[in-house]
């Protein structure tokens, strides 16, 4: 790896590259600094994020923290459905292509119905009330699995958004259909800060029921909050979540750093400078030749098709991306930490290949 890239250490393979932000590192430091507190989440620290969230989405809310995102979703899903029920993704959802089939382990057997399509909407990684719609007509006899949830990802995997409008759009049918709404919100933070709305407005008030408010790749060291605006769906979760091997001993080190994202907003300020650069690589690249941006960028990724001499050439260099989507498409993430002198570079030595 060349001198210039192992000084800069930053990378666009994902923002789980990136480290821990400062405010959280201070308060996990703090909760460190606070002598014994009882274990399981009955500390101070847990009680103290937990009323955070709250305050937040402006509910009251029942809030469970875990290690990651597939847990994260996977016992969101499984307290969602039973086992002969069904869930509605794109194909490209999280649950569907990325979490080793957790969702369907811990249901003990829930399908991930996919809705196919080639509108606009699902070019862009988004499920419409349309898809929705048809998969849940598709059948309604007992040899089928029955609906009983539309999972949405937001900010979605190709790094675009449901406006609030869309998502109120496909609760509505959901609400019609009897269905419940399940939002992986691993890059929530990116969603709201693109869109500028109170997060409040994009789950709850538009219909969401659970949401996996994803903290690690906004800077949390570790842990993610399962958010239940339904309380009734939460009963038991805690069992659920325990005996998933997912309830942290020492809590508080997952919940205390998440008092750090959550005071003065650190968590919206972490996905503006995110999304910020991600705008800033778009447009140092966008004109280069040879290199076709998919869709313009709504929140902290850009997706570009790059002919694959160039890609040898910037891999050769030591830039570390993902090109698993589809057709082709090099991702290229931005964290919270991604300095623009980074971007910079990374443009300059795209630009070089390209030309
Ligand atoms: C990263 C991510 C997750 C969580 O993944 P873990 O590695 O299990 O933390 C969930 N959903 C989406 C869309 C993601 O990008």
Known sequence: MPSERTSLHQQFASDNYAGVCPEALHWFLQANQSGHQPGYGEDVWTQRSTDMIRELFQTDCDVYFVFNGTAANSLALAAMCQSYHSVICTPYAHVETDECGGPEFFSNGSKLLVAEGES????????????????????SDIHYPKPKVVS?????????????????????????????????????????????CHPSDI?????????????????????????????????????RVKQAG?????????????VGMLE??????NARHANAMAQRLYAAIRDLPGVQVLHPPQANS??????????????????????????GGCRLMCAWDTTPEAVDAFAADLAEAAG
């Open 302 to 327: 850009v997706f570009v098709q790059l002919p694959a001499p160039v890609i040898g050439q910037l891999y050769a260099r030591g830039w570390k991306f993902y090109q698993f989507i589809a057709g």
């Open 120 to 139: 606009p909407a699902a070019k862009l990684g988004k499920l419409t009330p349309d898809a929705v719609e048809a998969l849940v007509t598709r059948r």
């Open 203 to 239: 789950t709850w008030r538009a219909g969401v029921d659970v949401l996996c408010f994803g903290g690690t790749k906004n800077g949390l060291p570790v842990g993610e909050a399962v958010v239940f605006f339904d309380r009734a769906l939460s009963e038991d979760f805690a069992w």
């Open 264 to 269: 003065n907003d650190t968590w919206l300020r």
């Open 152 to 196: 949405l990802t937001q900010a979605t995997e190709l790094g675009t958004l449901y406006t609030v409008e869309e998502v109120r759009a496909i609760a509505a049918i959901a609400k019609r259909r009897h269905l419940k709404v399940h939002m992986d919100g691993a890059r929530f933070a990116n969603a709201v800060a693109a869109l500028g």
């Open 246 to 258: 997912q309830l942290a001993s020492k809590m508080r080190f997952i919940s205390a750093p998440w």
